[in-house]
DNA sequence: ATACTAAATTGTAATGATTATAATTTAGGT
DNA sequence: ACCTAAATTATAATCATTACAATTTAGTAT
């Protein structure tokens, strides 16, 4: 019942239904915070001690082969891990590094693009101050 | 001569000039590949076989803190580096690992945006497949 | 021109994310 | 209840990037 939903997600592409793979099905969808590997790793580790790092690698690799999930190319530093939901783009703050949705697509692109290249993937992202970080500077020096 | 452009691209930042700098500047400026930091520090030794990796790093983080040049995270892997031109997005191919310049920019989003956080840096890219290896493929299993 | 000083460069070592490998276990079909 | 290919695990290796400390240099002041 209660991992039903990603259950059905893997069957959809008939790969194997693992508890590791639905462990981490459940994290993404729970955890809309972008998580890294590591990060999914250790909070997952709590529950199943014997999980390994390579098994987290290798099921998002196979998810995200099977569209499952996306992968996030933004810090530069590390690889983060996002639910397939209705395509958005990201913001990164560059103060606090936090990654926050946007909830926009960008138009027209992908017919702009048909010429050619066939994308498979769109992917938008913005770096700057995010709101919150810019009304604490504020606060600390006078408005 | 040869180098003034790039000399006056840090004057302008009154950030120091050095040889390296303007090497990697010209480097980057001639080559619109989207180079890694290790190809830039292997091709650049060759004519200055002192040249460190570590300088490469530093003057690559300084003359993007400087927003003469522009990184990119879209393999996932390393960063990529570009000369700052007007503004454009990118595609990789799954493929053959190329990225491509797409001179577009995405319009309205800046608009959109500027409700609470701040944007320094706009960033797109597709993944696919590139119209060359599309061709290859219909070469080689025929039409 | 010369001397000075903070900043840049260099080489080496350390870090941290990710991948490779090989042995063990398991999912899912027979 | 098998069987087998695929998944999981632990460990070691790899690769990009950063930290560090010693040396050199750019650019300013003398």
Redesign the interface.
């Known amino acids: 019942m209660m991992y039903e939903k990603y259950v059905d997600l893997l069957k959809e592409k008939s790969i194997k239904i693992t508890p590791q793979r639905l462990e981490i099905l459940r994290y993404l969808d729970k955890n809309r915070n972008h998580p890294t590997a590591y990060q999914i790793y250790t909070d997952l580790k709590e529950n199943n001690p014997s999980l390994s790092k390579t098994t987290v690698y290798n099921s998002l690799e196979i998810l995200n082969k099977y569209d499952i999930i996306n992968?996030i190319?933004?810090?530069?530093l590390e690889?983060r891990y996002d639910i397939k939901n209705i395509i958005h783009?990201h913001?990164m703050?560059?103060k606090c590094g936090r990654i926050?949705d946007?909830d926009?697509e960008?138009?027209?692109?992908r017919k702009?693009?048909e010429q050619?290249?066939?994308?498979?993937?769109?992917?938008?992202?913005?770096?700057?101050?995010?709101?919150e970080c810019?009304e604490k500077e504020i606060d600390q020096y006078g408005s």
């Open positions: 992968t190319s933004i810090t530069g690889t783009h913001f703050c560059k926050i946007i926009i960008c138009p027209n692109i702009t693009l050619g290249h066939k994308i498979e993937e769109v992917h938008g992202y913005f770096k700057g101050r995010c709101r810019i």
